[in-house]
């Protein structure tokens, strides 16, 4: 199995931002399409944005279009999410997952991703 790890969770205000990183030990992100997930207590995962492996297109669901950015730091082997203009809404845990396979595209469904990673809380309250 393929370690994941997500940080940069916390705590903000509605209109403040956070920078989310996906880290992977021992598994080489950069030949991989990536997928950045949210959920929220009660609610069902959904799919916020993505990056692809060869050109590094980026996808976005739409209520984060404009606010979150997703990038790729090749030196560090990691995937970053940007997030700003935070909103109430954007409240949940924050998941990275990659895939299992070269061939695999970007894709903003939760299904057809191989490995996740545990998860980074944010909270975003007045």
């Known amino acids: 199995q393929v370690q994941l790890v997500e940080s940069g969770g916390g705590a903000v205000q509605p209109g403040g931002s956070l920078r989310l990183s996906c880290a992977a030990p021992?598994?080489?992100?950069?030949?991989?399409?990536l997928g950045w997930f949210r959920q929220a207590p009660g609610k069902e995962r959904e799919g916020v944005a993505c990056?692809?492996?060869?050109?590094?297109?980026?996808y976005y669901a739409d209520s984060v279009k404009g606010r979150f950015t997703i990038s790729r730091d090749g030196a560090e082997n990691t995937v970053h999410l940007q997030i700003d203009s935070l909103r109430p809404e954007d409240t949940g845990v924050y998941f990275c997952a990659t895939v299992a396979s070269v061939a695999h595209q970007c894709q903003l469904d939760t299904d057809g991703y191989d490995y996740w990673g545990h998860g980074t809380r944010v909270t975003v309250s007045t």
């Open positions: 021992d598994f080489p992100l950069d030949y991989y399409a």
């Open positions: 990056i692809t492996s060869l050109d590094r297109d980026t």
